[in-house]
């Protein structure tokens, strides 16, 4: 299978009005890319809504958004950093709200990929001074050599 990587999916540095806008500017990179179905973006505010996907680490607070595989063509992560914070509602509560700066967005095209994936992930937001170097990341190639830095550039 392809590189999940391989779509290029990485916005730096953007501005959102809310946690909506900045789920949709994301999701419709994976759309346009044909990474993902028209029906991704709803799908990922459907779990949003019933699964918050927001993180408080120790110095930041990032998003892992996804969805299920019906809305997705082939498995992708893609990334986004805010220049000013949304709010998500944090991972394990109904309505604890959170400054998200980044998000990692995965298109995972079976389901047994999802557990893989935010474990690799969770590593990753454990080490505070990768997480400091992706959020000031400003072009694809550095965002690339931190996801290598990082083990997450495997094949699916």
Do not use: W
């Not at 690799?120 to 072009?139: C, G, I, P, S």
């Amino acid at each position: 299978m392809a590189d999940m990587f391989d779509a290029k999916i990485a916005l730096f540095h953007r501005h959102a009005a809310s946690k909506e806008e900045a789920l949709k500017m994301l999701a419709d990179e994976f759309m346009n890319s044909g990474v993902a179905k028209d029906s991704f973006f709803e799908g990922i505010i459907t779990r949003e809504k019933n699964f918050a996907t927001g993180l408080s680490l120790d110095n930041m607070c990032v998003a892992i958004p996804h969805t299920d595989p019906e809305h997705v063509n082939r498995t992708q992560i893609g990334f986004m950093s805010l220049e000013e914070p949304v709010e998500f509602v944090e991972m394990g509560t109904d309505d604890k709200l959170i400054p998200v700066t980044m998000m990692f967005m995965m298109a995972l095209k079976e389901a047994h990929q999802q557990l893989d994936m935010l474990m690799k992930l969770m590593d990753v937001f454990q080490n505070n001074d990768l997480m400091e170097r992706f959020a000031k990341a400003d072009t694809y190639e550095e965002y690339y050599e931190l996801i290598k830095e990082a083990g997450l550039d495997i094949e699916e």
